[in-house]
């Protein structure tokens, strides 16, 4: 595989930063980081070009002329950004800034002729692959593609002089976010509940069957975005979190591509549902036809014996 | 304050079909409204209802297939939006981000005196979350993501931003663009009331001549396809019998 001559890095999370530095070095000559907030915890390419602190003054978004002015004389030939909320609205800026498009959500990436990327799309149901040959190409990039690498090699630093955006934008507030923090990504067992309960006091028996199991529970999007009887970061799918379990267990979910793609790579593949011809029939490896309410109860108590 | 809300007509995923070589068969999918679109119109319409400004315009563009298609306008303007603007051409078939970006910012510009476009959180099919931010680029406005809530202040909004481990509460001003969050409103459902008197609203269809815009393109689609599906066993055992609910347990204990 050919390299490209420049390639950045913009990311701001230390994990994505790591993997995409790693990514960088794979892909490039020559390495930069962009980096706003601690300092300290930069590197892991070649230069760092250092954007200034984090704070309720200067949030990350207030940094975009300056990185736009910073990309449009640096000139690399693929800058790839985390694929965060924050991450993906700055794809968009400096893509706009450059006159290119975004190759978004890249879940592989390669130099072929231009930059070759590989991404989900309708809901999961197709793999596109698309090659942008723009001068300055801009990819978000999905996390655990690249493996995590030390960054603990001295990177020259670069202090980047600020310039001040448009005044339209003023933060009031930041505060951590409420609800509980769990990390579907890396849950080895996961238990998950969709349309087929009909209320939240039922989810209980789900839990009581993840906990004999040592699993992690989860959920399809209208339980956790229609209902909101579950955390957001409980919610499996395109548009929430694709996880990579060994174990899934789908119980009441009729097993749509949309969520059924977040559990895609799981080793087994186990389905309650009592619509015998709930499509997730078809994609699972065990199977049981019948009420959750008697199945549950049930299994739980088998599997904790 | 002048709302726009970004809508696009998307093939119904239920009814894409994947062919011997692995390419999908788009032709049996009906065109429907984006799912994550009607939240932005929702937050457009809620906007307008607590401020008491005019009712939001949708702009869609596409091909005309989708655009000229009644049912389908119908869908798009009986969620209390109070006109649609199309820009409707067959080159606008599969065109990246950046292009249906400018030209979504060329017709807001020739629409005039736009305060505010809400996009949803990214394309039903596509999905590739930019639009939004591209945009808000393109036009020079105040440009955010991940917008969970909007309220109005005065001349100006107050918005929360929901990231993946804190919540920022920012001042906008305007003229800007929000692309709103999946969550941030459960979006009506339109009634025969509303489907019927969506008949009635002002529709304007331009075609890619009526607008200055070069939507140039450096980004090719090499393919599209299903990808491989993996072998699973299929054991389905029928009814939930303590005997079948054993043996479901005994295969789970296996795995475990």
Avoid at chain 1, 44 to 73: C, F, M, Q, W
Wanted: proline residues 4%; hydrophobic residues 45%; contains cysteine.
């Amino acid at each position: 595989m050919s390299k490209l001559a420049k390639v950045f890095v913009f990311a701001e999370h230390v994990d994505a930063m790591r993997e995409l530095a790693q990514g960088a070095a794979q892909l490039g000559e020559t390495t930069a980081l962009i980096w706003a907030g601690d300092k300290s915890q930069a590197g892991g390419t070649d230069t760092v070009y250092y954007l200034g602190e984090l704070s309720n003054e200067r949030i990350l978004e207030h940094y975009a002329p300056t990185i736009i002015n910073l990309i449009k004389t640096e000139q690399p030939s693929l800058v790839l950004v985390e694929s965060s909320r924050k991450g993906r609205l700055m794809a968009g800026i400096i893509a706009a800034a450059m006159g290119t498009s975004v190759l978004a959500d890249a879940a592989q990436i390669t130099v072929d002729n231009g930059v070759v990327t590989q991404r989900m799309v309708y809901g999961g149901a197709a793999l596109s692959t698309e090659r942008s040959t723009a001068p300055t190409t801009v990819a978000t990039v999905s996390a655990g593609i690249f493996e995590a690498t030390d960054t603990g090699k001295a990177a020259n630093l670069v202090e980047v002089p600020f310039i001040a955006p448009a005044p339209t934008v003023k933060c009031l507030e930041r505060k951590i976010k409420a609800g509980e923090s769990v990390n579907l990504r890396a849950a080895k067992r996961i238990v998950a509940v969709g349309r087929g309960f009909t209320s939240p006091e039922e989810l209980q028996l789900a839990e009581q069957l993840a906990a004999a199991i040592g699993a992690e529970v989860g959920c399809t999007r209208p339980i956790a975005e229609e209902e909101k009887w579950m955390d957001k970061a409980r919610y499996i799918g395109v548009s929430g979190v694709m996880a990579k379990p060994e174990l899934y267990i789908g119980i009441g979910i009729s097993g749509q591509v949309q969520h059924m793609v977040g559990v895609s790579s799981a080793r087994t593949i186990i389905a309650i549902n009592s619509d015998k011809n709930a499509m997730i029939f078809n994609q699972c490896d065990y199977g049981i036809v019948g009420d959750l309410k008697t199945v549950l109860p049930a299994l739980t108590a088998k599997l904790s014996k | 304050m002048k709302i726009v809300a970004c809508v696009k007509a998307v093939p119904e995923e239920q009814d894409i079909s994947i062919k011997p070589d692995h390419t999908l068969d788009l032709s049996k999918a009906e065109l429907k409204v984006g799912q994550y679109d009607l939240n932005a119109v929702e937050a457009a319409v809620q906007l307008q209802e607590a401020t008491g400004s005019e009712e939001p315009l949708l702009v869609s563009i596409g091909t005309p297939k989708g655009l000229k298609n009644t049912k389908l306008q119908k869908a798009m303007l009986s969620r209390g939006a109070g006109a649609l603007f199309g820009v409707a051409d067959d080159s606008l078939d599969s065109i990246d981000a950046l292009a249906t970006a400018s030209i979504l910012a060329a017709a807001i510009t020739k629409i005039g005196g736009v305060d505010l476009v809400v996009c949803g959180e990214g394309s039903g099919d596509i999905y590739s979350q930019q639009v939004g931010p591209l945009l808000g680029q393109l036009l020079g406005f105040a440009n955010l993501n991940a917008v969970s809530r909007i309220t109005p202040r005065g001349e100006k909004l107050e918005v929360e931003r929901t990231l993946e481990n804190e919540v920022e509460v920012l001042e906008v001003t305007l003229p800007a663009v929000l692309s709103v969050t999946t969550d941030i409103n459960k979006a009506r459902i339109p009634g025969l009331k509303e489907i019927l008197a969506a008949g009635k609203k002002p529709i304007t269809v331009w075609g890619a001549g009526d607008l200055a815009m070069t939507a140039a393109s450096n980004i090719e689609v090499i393919s599209t396809l299903a990808p491989p599906k993996a072998e699973r066993k299929q054991i389905v055992l029928e009814g939930d019998s303590d005997e079948n609910i054993s043996q479901l347990a005994d295969n789970l204990r296996k795995v475990l």
